[in-house]
């Protein structure tokens, strides 16, 4: 049985050393454990201070000290733990440059030293203040510099950014320019090398071949079309003769690269004139029905070294090009 007092508190009864509630009654007995009595009138505790961290011949004349401590957080592993010591004099050393001077004189001295720097800075301010830099334009998302920039907006939402372009429209039009004229001839350059090194002279019915007629030679062929009938180059070559001659009307001659001229007669009109250059299927001439001619037709005559006449239907077929059928 373990005895028990209900008509009075636990701490009245007689425990021995050998009691069951000897222990436990002791812990609750104990004073610095008890936060139902005494709360009211509680002290502060001071603590001595050591003699290593008292107030010495070290401190200043306002009683502050030259050192300050600090806990380390040392571990030890034996419950105490190590303090640093700060060197206070350290911190106050900056302060040891300011001096003032001593005498009037001195202070007269050090009063127009400043008046004329105060003065020299001043007229310096004034000269430069027309040679200012504008500042540089701040984007407020991330706080970068853009020179030459101007932003409308809030700073909170969408910002236009207005930037002096830093090339010249001039040069860039040059450069368009310039391209504009290099493409223009490359388009040329390829659409001549596209072009047929050689072409039929005209579209219509061959009529009339090479030989002898009425004991005359006939040295070429004719093939008739209605007038104005487009009348082309045969090959590359330059213009070298053009315009009205007798028995032919007017015709237009051509010589090639290799010495051949070719010969067209009979023309209504022409389109070229003397010394210029023409590539093969380039339009010379129409038909016309002018000079000896019983009708519109082109007399298309081919001259060897530019004089010796040779049946142009071979020297057509040597070229992929035919004048078709033979009518008489």
């Known amino acids: 049985m373990i005895p028990f007092n209900e008509f009075g508190d636990l701490d009245e009864l007689d425990f021995r050393d ?7 009654q002791r812990v609750i007995a104990a004073p610095e454990l008890d936060d139902l009595h005494d709360t009211d009138d509680l002290v502060p505790l001071r603590l001595v201070i050591p003699t290593e961290f008292q107030a010495d011949a070290e401190s200043d004349a306002h009683g502050v000290s030259s050192r300050a401590y600090r806990d380390s957080h040392t571990d030890l592993s034996d419950g105490t733990a190590l303090t640093d010591v ?10 040891a440059h300011r001096k003032q001077t001593v005498g009037a004189a001195k202070s007269r001295l050090m009063i127009a030293a400043m008046a004329a720097g105060a003065t020299a800075s ?17 984007l407020a998302a ?3 510099l853009v020179n030459g920039a101007a932003i409308s907006g809030s700073a909170e939402g969408m910002q236009i950014v207005a930037v002096q372009p830093v090339s010249s429209s001039a040069v860039h039009a040059e450069e368009i320019t310039k ?3 290099f493409a223009q001839e490359r388009a040329e350059r390829e659409a001549r090398l596209a072009r047929p090194l050689f072409a039929m002279p005209t579209k219509g019915v061959w009529t009339s ?9 006939h040295g070429g062929i004719d093939v008739a079309g209605p007038i104005g009938t487009p009348i082309l180059a045969a090959s590359d070559g ?8 007798a028995g ?24 070229v004139s003397k010394g210029q250059r023409v590539m093969a299927g380039d339009q010379i001439a129409t038909m016309g029905n002018r000079g000896n001619s019983t009708g519109p037709h082109l007399h298309f005559e081919v001259l060897m070294n530019g004089s010796n006449r040779i049946d142009p239907v071979p020297w057509l077929a040597q070229r992929g090009l035919s004048p078709g059928s033979y009518v008489g």
Not at 209 to 217: A, D, K, P, S
Not at 238 to 245: W, Y
Not at 255 to 267: E, F, K, N, Q
């Open 122 to 138: 001043g007229a310096y301010s004034l000269s430069n203040s027309n040679t200012t830099p504008a500042p540089d334009t701040v």
């Open 209 to 217: 071949g090479f030989g002898y007629r009425w004991g005359v030679l």
């Open 238 to 245: 330059v213009v070298i003769e053009v315009g009205p001659t």
């Open 142 to 144: 991330d706080n970068a």
């Open 86 to 95: 700060i060197d206070m004099r350290a911190h106050r050393a900056g302060g």
């Open 179 to 181: 391209a504009a004229a």
């Open 18 to 24: 050998s009691s069951a509630f000897d222990k436990e």
């Open 248 to 271: 032919y009307g007017a015709l237009v001659k051509l010589r090639h690269s290799d010495g051949t001229v070719t010969l067209y007669g009979h023309i209504n009109t022409w389109l």
